[in-house]
């Protein structure tokens, strides 16, 4: 059974730092591409960054580039988005999605990810 469950969100204040984890089971993580999403309420949904499967390209929405950081330990099945310097407006619901990777050009787009954990509430606030 294909599952992603996201853990590591909280509340923290104006400039801290959290780490998200998505672990996964089912499936061999390294032949993934895994995207980190999130939607705040009254909003659409965000991509917010992703991590192919064959060399580990990654990609941030500017709105996160060089605060945020994603990683991956195969080993572990577990994908990490690691971020720093967070604002009020990054507060979200955070969720982790998984597709198929090996052989893919490009980036999926959000339809085409056929796995999604629950998500993890991240709030930043004084």
């Known amino acids: 059974q294909v599952q992603l469950v996201e853990s590591g969100g909280g509340l923290v204040q104006p400039g801290g730092s959290l780490r998200l984890s998505c672990a996964a089971s089912?499936?061999?993580?390294?032949?993934?591409?895994i995207g980190w999403f999130r939607q705040a309420p009254g909003k659409e949904r965000e991509g917010v960054s992703a991590?192919?499967?064959?060399?580990?390209?990654?990609y941030y929405a500017d709105s996160v580039k060089g605060r945020f950081t994603i990683s991956r330990d195969n080993a572990k099945n577990t994908v990490y988005l690691q971020m720093n310097s967070l604002k009020p407006e990054d507060t979200a619901v955070y969720a982790c999605?998984?597709?198929?990777?090996?052989?893919?050009?490009?980036?999926?787009?959000?339809?085409?990810?056929?796995?999604w954990g629950q998500g993890t509430q991240v709030t930043v606030s004084s």
């Open positions: 999605a998984a597709t198929y990777g090996v052989g893919r050009v490009g980036l999926p787009r959000t339809y085409e990810y056929d796995y």
């Open positions: 089912g499936f061999t993580l390294g032949d993934y591409v």
């Open positions: 991590i192919s499967s064959s060399d580990s390209t990654t």
